[in-house]
């Protein structure tokens, strides 16, 4: 296993269940734009790349015929099995694995999707070509992820983010997450943000020390500035909003 893919698994070990929380209580209203953008229907098969705790899948589910969810992390693979029997859910399929390559023949799945992945990856773009790979012709990929707008912020915003969650490695700008998507067709698009409290946020995470208090500095002098393009703020205490993008596309 390599450097990035040991830091990703050290991170989501000790993220697993936090992680859990705190994206259960909030994405309601994500999953179901994500479901549709990616068109997802009662017939389709789906995988659920790099699916960590089960959250995205188990939503998924509930419209799709059957969802298979992997993750390199062992951690996270458990928690997304007591989501599953939480929930009374029958069927999921999960699998411990990498995402490069994805352990299954070609043209296998309807529905390919990933959401909060690639600003963890060295290589995206062989992610997603494993992701085109799994998927059927017809079928659809579906890349939910933060996104920036030029290098310079890009540059500044994983600064950032490293010192929060040192596995983070780049945010794709928003043209090179566009690039990904231009051998497919009938391209989708939807954006939101997704706001956080710093203090709740960073409560979650594992920094490197002295990696919390860097960020708590570093997004307060944003207020007003927004060279991070985050939209910090003091309202409620300190809080920033992640710039979200999905992108959905179709296999020819």
């Known amino acids: 296993m390599d450097k990035q893919r040991q830091l990703i698994v050290d991170q989501f070990t000790r993220q697993a269940a936090p992680f859990s929380e705190m994206h259960a209580r909030d994405d309601a209203g994500v999953h179901r734009l994500l479901i549709e953008t990616a068109m997802i229907g009662p017939e389709d098969e789906v995988l659920d790349v790099a699916c960590g705790p089960g959250l995205v899948a188990c939503e998924v589910a509930k419209v799709a015929r059957h969802v298979t969810g992997v993750d390199l992390t062992q951690a996270m693979i458990e928690q997304a099995e007591a989501r599953q029997q939480s929930l009374g859910l029958a069927n999921l399929t999960w699998a411990v694995g990498?995402?490069?390559?994805?352990?299954f023949p070609?043209?296998?799945?309807?529905?390919?999707i990933t959401r909060y992945t690639f600003h963890h990856f060295t290589d995206p773009a062989g992610v997603f070509a494993e992701m085109v790979r799994v998927c059927r012709p017809g079928g659809r990929?579906?890349?939910c992820d933060v996104f920036t707008t030029s290098p310079e912020q890009g540059e500044a915003y994983d600064r950032l983010e490293r010192l929060r969650?040192?596995?983070?490695?780049?945010?794709?700008?928003r043209a090179e997450l566009e690039a990904l998507f231009s051998g497919l067709r009938d391209v989708?698009?939807?954006?939101?943000?997704?706001?956080?409290?710093?203090?709740?946020l960073l409560s979650r995470a594992f920094p490197e020390p002295g990696g919390a208090e860097a960020f708590r500095r570093t997004i307060a002098a944003d207020v007003g500035v927004n060279r991070l393009g985050i939209d910090a703020s003091h309202e409620g205490g300190l809080r920033f909003s992640f710039p979200v993008?999905?992108?959905s596309g179709m296999k020819g």
């Open 98 to 103: 990498d995402a490069q390559p994805l352990d």
């Open 245 to 247: 993008v999905i992108l």
């Open 106 to 112: 070609g043209s296998t799945f309807s529905r390919v």
């Open 165 to 173: 969650d040192p596995s983070h490695t780049r945010a794709l700008q």
């Open 141 to 143: 990929v579906a890349v």
């Open 188 to 200: 989708r698009r939807a954006f939101y943000k997704y706001p956080v409290e710093v203090d709740d």
